[in-house]
């Protein structure tokens, strides 16, 4: 390397290991959104589900995560040899010693540390579906299964040159053919997932989905209104993930350069148009603007820009949030009209949000989108985006299904109804949120 090039992979690789220390910020982040979401007598199972998937993601993507999901031996596009790189072999150092050099020109291990973080975030999003009546060990075990199944697979398709990439095999080649692009055969039209439309949010979403219908409703479901404990911890969650997201999205473009910056201000731009999408339909629907709307927005903004952060421009990015913090708001009603617990609004926030800005892409992708100037070549990635986002969903309903039902048989879901009452906290961890003083204990106590 030349002087340049080196101090330019020391500046990229220091953006990147930042990038993955605000990314795993995110995960004890959304413990406290959820937390403070939920019952007070459930609020440290809530933080535990995200705790424990860290633990359980955290293990497995050192051992074959990063394998299935990176590797170079693919089968048939949809996810890669779990034993390539097998606790990581062959990933850190050559045979001189030397730490291997990864695509983006600083070393490997830097990118694996950034991607784990990624599959830690994707599985805890899943478990505000499923508060207050689920067993904390089917969780854990629902976590190792899903994240091999659903995830890993997942992150190969799209970002690992899989089925639903820019390779030369992917679906996108197979409909609209290829061109030739640095001497590389790839997709002429490339879809686009920049950070997690489709690996993260469609992909979380639509599991939280499957498992609220597997599971069936929480007690009291509908029967009488179920507000947030602590809107302060729900606000200072949803700062938090704004905070942790500018390395999600920033980092996903993998150096510190005009590309991070774009995605910086595509985020903030947003995820504040998102908020006040969110506070008008709250506004003009209930008559008043709440904390829990703010915050719920925000989150909103935040999914709906990941997909697209780094390919929009902050005019676009304003557009794209406004709709989809409006569709979101409107989408975490759907579980009142179709009557599914989805408990903490993962199908409002992380799927319809998730695949609207999926969806999104092909319509403004900056000189490339159908509304700004694409043409014929926008409506085919417009074309492209629906169907990369119609396939995510389709697989990870099935993976989730199958895993889901087996769960059930073989290890059972639920708490006792009796457990639920008393409060999973006390029953399931022996602990309480909040000391009540000697007198009063969390088990007589009602919210």
Known sequence: MSPEEVTAASGNASWMLMSAALVLLMTPALALFYGGMSRQKSALNMMMMSFGSMGVVGVIYV????????????????????????????????????????????????????????AMITVAIISGSLANRVKFSTWLTFTALWVTFAYFPMAHMVWGGGLLSH???????MIFGTTEEGGETVAAVAPIDFAGGTVVHINAGVAGLVLALIIGQSRGFMEKEDKPHNLPLVMLGAALLWFGWF????????????????AWVN????????????????RIRDGRSTSLAAASG??????????????????????????????????VAMKYRFKFDDSLDVVGLHLVAGTWGTIACGLFATDRGLFVGGGVEGAKLLAVQII????????????????????????GWRIRGVDEELGIDTSHHGESAYHYGDDVTPANTTV
């Open 63 to 118: 051992l074959w995560g990063w394998s299935m999901s990176y590797g170079t031996q693919s089968f048939a596009g949809i996810l890669s040899n779990p034993l390539e790189f097998f606790g990581l072999k062959d990933s850190i150092m050559d045979a001189q010693g030397n730490y291997i050099v990864g695509a983006n020109g600083y070393a490997n291990i830097i990118d694996v540390a950034f991607q784990l973080t990624f």
């Open 167 to 173: 390779s030369e095999n992917s679906i996108s080649s």
């Open 247 to 262: 390395g999600f999205n920033g980092g996903s473009a993998f150096a510190a350069n005009g590309v991070a910056g774009l």
């Open 267 to 282: 985020t903030t731009a947003a995820t504040c148009a998102a908020m006040l999408g969110w506070l008008l339909v709250e």
């Open 298 to 331: 925000l989150v909103a903004g935040l999914v709906t820009i990941t997909p697209a952060a780094g390919d929009f421009n902050p005019l676009t990015s304003l557009i794209a949030g406004f709709i989809g913090g409006i569709l979101a708001a409107f989408g």
């Open 388 to 411: 990369i986002a119609l396939s995510a969903a389709i697989f990870c309903a099935v993976v989730t299904t199958v895993i889901g039902l087996i769960l059930k048989k073989a290890m």
